[in-house]
């Protein structure tokens, strides 16, 4: 099997998650990623400093798939401020708000206000049911919307996340149909086959997990024996010696 057979196959939607401007736009390209997201922590690694020039820099290139950009603040009213021009800045943009704020104050208020105004939305950072439940009364199902439920922290805890995201397939199902659930914060290539095993509609993986896409379909012995190739060689290199 190789690569691009199994990932036409899917019906997961994949969505990059960089804040690298030049693997934003080559990726964009690619037929099997079909939206892209960012958040501040990955612009500050990408060294973003103008996040507006930035985001309408890559809007200029990127129209015809979904791009997600967060709100940076932290106070609702401002939040909702950045939200409606971040909104402004494309028909493809989705605003990305976090389910609550730095002092646990739901968002959900907001979330409500801003889907009233039929503003496209990736509610970030879920990670239980429970936050899952409140948040989907409060989106217009005559807008389209993310939920993004960040299942690779939630394994980061011990808990193996595919119970919960997939009774979180059923919950967006059964109340938005115009919803889409967001498996987020991958942690591996296997993720996205998880992913689509229970129906999650999109995946949002980062660019060092694409990178692994060759080794789809990879022959076990033979990646067993370049492993073995490689320890060797690391051995060799770095003049080790009994």
Known sequence: MTPMTALAGLRVKIFADSADRARMLELSAKPYV????TNPTLLRRAGVTD?????????????????????????????ERQALEIASWGENVYVK?????????S???????????????????????EQLSEILPALNPATPSFVSVFAGRIADTGIDPLPPMAR??????????????????????LNIFQAEAIGCPVITVT???????????????????????????????????L
Request: aromatic share 6%; proline share 2%; hydrophobic share 45%.
């Open 51 to 79: 996040y507006r020039a930035f985001a309408r820099d890559i809007l200029s290139a990127i129209t015809a798939k979904p791009v997600c950009f967060e709100v940076l603040a932290d106070d609702f009213t401002e939040m």
């Open 207 to 241: 660019t060092d997990i694409l990178a692994k896409l060759a080794l789809i379909g990879r022959d076990l012995s033979e990646y067993s024996l370049d492993t073995v190739r490689m320890f060797h060689d690391d051995a060799q290199s770095a003049g080790l010696s």
């Open 97 to 105: 708000i976090p389910v609550t704020n730095t002092r646990r104050a």
């Open 107 to 129: 968002s959900v208020p907001l979330i409500k206000r801003l889907a009233q105004r039929a503003v496209k939305l990736n509610v970030t950072a879920v990670m239980t049911l």
């Open 34 to 37: 079909r939206g892209l997201t």
């Open 168 to 189: 979180a397939v059923e919950m967006l199902k059964t109340t938005n149909g115009n919803s889409e659930l967001v498996w987020a914060s991958s942690r591996e290539l």
